[in-house]
Nanobody
Framework: QVQLTESGGGLVQPGGSLTLSCAAS????????MGWFRQAPGKERELVAT????????YYGDAVKGRFRISGERSENTVTLQMNNLKPEDTATYYC?????????????????WGQGTQVTVSS
């Protein structure tokens, strides 16, 4: 069972930046993809960004394209989410997740391991 530990959430003003990090308890690059989802109160969980280890392709949710950037460090079993120009609608709990095998990476259904989540609040 892979353990995922998220860090870096907090309170930030609109237009500000935050960096989230996720560390896996074992070699995450043995799996297909690792990324971030988020869920706001009363809303469904949605993709933020994910990276496939074999090709290092990155995918982003429409709401964050051009503002967020995901990167991965194989040797450290980590992924980092750099979030810029944050908006109040980015307020949510952000979850790190791993998908073990090849498949559709944009949907949370195929992800096998999840972190506990870290809260991001964007407010003035």
């Amino acid at each position: 069972q892979v353990q995922l530990t998220e860090s870096g959430g907090g309170l930030v003003q609109p237009g500000g930046s935050l960096t989230l990090s996720c560390a896996a308890s074992e070699r995450s690059s043995r799996y297909y993809a690792m990324g971030w989802f988020r869920q706001a109160p009363g809303k469904e969980r949605e993709l933020v960004a994910t990276i496939t280890w074999s090709s290092e392709n990155t995918y982003y949710g429409d709401a964050v394209k051009g503002r967020f950037r995901i990167s991965g460090e194989r040797s450290e079993n980590t992924v980092t989410l750099q979030m810029n120009n944050l908006k109040p609608e980015d307020t949510a709990t952000y979850y790190c997740a791993i998908r073990k095998s090849y498949g559709f990476v944009l949907d949370d259904v195929g992800y096998n391991y999840w972190g506990q989540g870290t809260q991001v609040t964007v407010s003035s």
